[in-house]
DNA sequence: ATATGTACCATTAGTACAAATGGTACAACT
DNA sequence: AGTTGTACCATTTGTACTAATGGTACATAT
């Protein structure tokens, strides 16, 4: 399995791991039930920071991808295949593209939406819900 | 009709215009017809910026609260009563609210949801699409 | 001439967030 | 002792937005 990173490209060091790990696994680069390198040997190899691999792990078993087993390691989950077609960003995009839209048309300017989900957001931090 | 503004209040100098503008019309200090001062003189008045009294009436006649009839002035419009109880804000946030919970519930997380948002945002804007 | 709403040009200050970095520390296990 | 994922403490850099300000200009009317 091979990993390039570009430091110049405008897209996330961490996305680029996520892609790329995704991309192996539709591929068959990697199968169900390989081990990744852990968090510390990756970011070795890549020049990274630790914080950065940890993040893009983290994503990635959100989606269920890999699994951390602790002190085991990382390895690929059964369901990777499948779960490496869905992108929570469409997703996302989809619904809400679809919520904006429809408050344009009902005449709210893009400043009060940005305002309104200012709000909403900090509104949910505040209750101490963080990634 | 009075109006008061508290440039120490942390609400926006524009938001303020509008609510006592609104709050005015719905106690029937002022009525459907009767001419508003010009944007200059208010302006003048309250000493603020043209531009910030330009903005509470222009956001005052898109809720149709008030009419601007160009060089003849401008008035209160004829369903400013009810109009000035829609709060397109509380529309915004029902809206804008259920969907994030939603997006929230399928796993994706608070920085995720930001990031799609400001794209969205601005994807639109770049098409010549402002207030 | 004068007044109206409106539309541009622009700047300043403040706020908020993403992304990435560095360091320290922990429990659980070999 | 050494490694695993994880969870804190923190800072720096860049971006992007709001709010408000100032000035100029326009067509349309009295």
Redesign the pocket.
């Given at each position: 399995m091979e990993i390039i990173i570009d430091?110049e490209d405008s897209e996330?060091?961490?996305?680029q791991l996520v892609t790329q790990i995704k991309q192996a696994v539709l591929s068959g680069k990697i199968l169900p039930g390989d081990s990744?390198?852990?968090?510390?040997?990756l970011a070795g190899d890549l020049?990274?920071?630790?914080?950065?691999v940890?993040?893009a792990?983290?994503l990635l078993?959100r989606d269920s991808v890999i699994e951390?087993?602790?002190?085991?390691?990382?390895f690929i989950h059964p369901q990777a295949v499948a779960n490496s077609t869905v992108d929570i960003n469409d997703i996302i995009t989809r619904k809400l593209g679809d919520t904006i839209q429809a408050l344009r048309t009902s005449g709210a300017t893009?400043?009060e939406i940005?305002?309104v989900f200012?709000e909403l957001?900090?509104a949910h931090?505040e209750q101490g819900v963080n990634l």
């Open positions: 430091i996330p060091l961490f996305a990744l390198p852990s968090i510390r040997q020049r990274l920071n630790n914080k950065t940890a993040k792990y983290r078993e951390a087993k602790g002190y085991r390691g990382t893009d400043s940005r305002i200012a957001m900090k931090q």
